[in-house]
């Protein structure tokens, strides 16, 4: 954690340069080596379709858009996404993983659907796919977890009736779902691999939803 309080105070291309190897050794390796191993234990779980090599995101901040011009994130994200028809096609997530002076966050899914995906997701809900998503969800939410949209649109879209009874899922604008907390005497210990992968393993139901009903 030390490397992300000194980040944080240093802020600059001249730092981050000096330390990017640290970087590299200190979280990008050991996030790909878990990352890795918790994939093997998900292949079978997902077959027949493959999952892609897992990755590490990109530790720059988008600044186009935004009013903080912070140059680097202050956490490391990983995921490993469920392969298309090519397997360089990654959609859904299996595992996201979030680590460092930021919350801690864990999840399956897919965040924001692109423009197809936005209107096989609404097509899904209101027909018969929809009433098996509602079980899924309500068998997560038994259980611990956190499944519904990243962000919502304040209405139900036009063209679906407001009283419709999955109205709300109309509303998504993608569809995750959060783990529980990661135990404090788990974080940044060997054993989180086992934790990870059987949390994956029963979200695994919503993920395979997505892609068989959204592509």
Known sequence: MQFWHELAAHMSKEWFAANKQRYQSVWVDPTMTLLREIARGLAAVYKPFKLAEPGVLRIYRDLRFSADKTPYKTHIAG??????????????AVLYLHLGLDEEYVGVGCYQFDAAKVARWRRAVVGAPGAALLRIIANLRRKGYDPGGYESYARVPKG??????????LKYKGLICGFPAIPADLLYQPKLARWLLAHAKATAPLVLWLRRNLG
């Open 79 to 92: 995921v490993i996404r469920l392969g298309g028809a090519r397997l360089a096609e990654a959609g859904n």
């Open 160 to 169: 679906f009736a407001p009283e419709h009874p999955r109205a709300e899922l």
